[in-house]
């Protein structure tokens, strides 16, 4: 089945270290988004790609990064430059379509907390 | 700048009772919207879309949403809920520049639907 698969499902980061969200999909989707998902806020978008080697800053792009080296993946990098990153990260994809952009398809989402 | 206000942060009905969740957004051009539901330790799934045409959509599982332009609202609608509606529903914008060119989704912050059985 064509989907989004999002690794870890889990992730603990020290203070001062960087870690790396994977998003990977099967989907053949040109675009590709992150989202972080905190309570009560929802869904703020951090970066996003609409073609492979461009990517753009979304809302809250501080303290994050991105590469889109292949069409199928689009990891994200959280910096110890982001001061609050404990939250829920959320990766989606779609086509856009033309004139009409197409829903985005979610993967199950990344937890991020800080020891 | 373009924005999406869902009314009610969470809302407790019994099942079988009638449920409408709010959305209006602040755009005055095209735009699609969309609703998008997350059931408890699930991805987000789309639950229904206007992109154009008739204005009253139906969904999946029962769910409907009508598009009021001239009250910039796209409100969500079931006539009896159940209990596996538990989750949590996000109303989303993709706006369309005046420069023709789309933006992105903007989503609202959410509703949380608790049905009791």
């Known amino acids: 089945d064509g989907g989004i698969t999002q690794s870890p499902k889990y992730l603990f980061r020290k203070e001062g270290q960087n870690v790396t969200l994977s998003c990977e999909q099967n989907?053949?989707?040109?675009?590709m988004y992150w989202y972080r998902q905190d309570p009560g806020q929802g869904l703020r978008l951090i970066y996003y790609?609409?073609?492979?080697?461009?990517?753009q800053k979304g809302d809250i792009a501080e303290g994050y990064s991105v590469s889109r080296e292949k069409k199928e993946s689009f990891p994200l990098t959280v910096t110890s430059a982001q001061k609050n990153p404990t939250a829920f990260y959320l990766c989606?994809?779609?086509?856009?379509?033309?004139?009409?952009?197409?829903?985005?398809?979610f993967g199950d989402g990344t937890r991020l907390s800080i020891l | 700048a373009q924005s999406v206000s869902q009314h009610n942060h969470h809302v407790i009905l019994s099942e079988a009772a009638s449920l409408e969740l709010g959305c209006n957004y602040s755009?005055?051009?095209?735009?699609?919207l969309f609703w998008y539901v997350q059931y408890p330790g699930q991805h987000l799934q789309l639950l229904l879309k206007?992109?154009?045409?008739?204005?009253l959509v139906k969904g999946i599982k029962g769910f409907e949403a009508e598009f009021i332009k001239s009250k910039f609202s796209f409100n969500l609608r079931k006539p009896s809920v159940q209990w596996s509606d538990t989750a949590e529903y996000f109303c989303?914008?993709?706006?369309?520049?005046?420069?023709?060119?789309?933006?992105?989704?903007?989503f609202g912050k959410g509703t949380k639907l608790s049905v009791k059985p």
């Open positions: 755009y005055g051009g095209t735009v699609n």
């Open positions: 989606a994809s779609n086509s856009p379509g033309g004139a009409v952009r197409q829903p985005q398809h």
């Open positions: 989303a914008v993709n706006a369309f520049n005046y420069g023709g060119s789309q933006g992105n989704l903007i």
């Open positions: 206007y992109f154009s045409g008739d204005p």
């Open positions: 989907l053949n989707h040109d675009a």
């Open positions: 790609s609409q073609i492979v080697n461009d990517f």
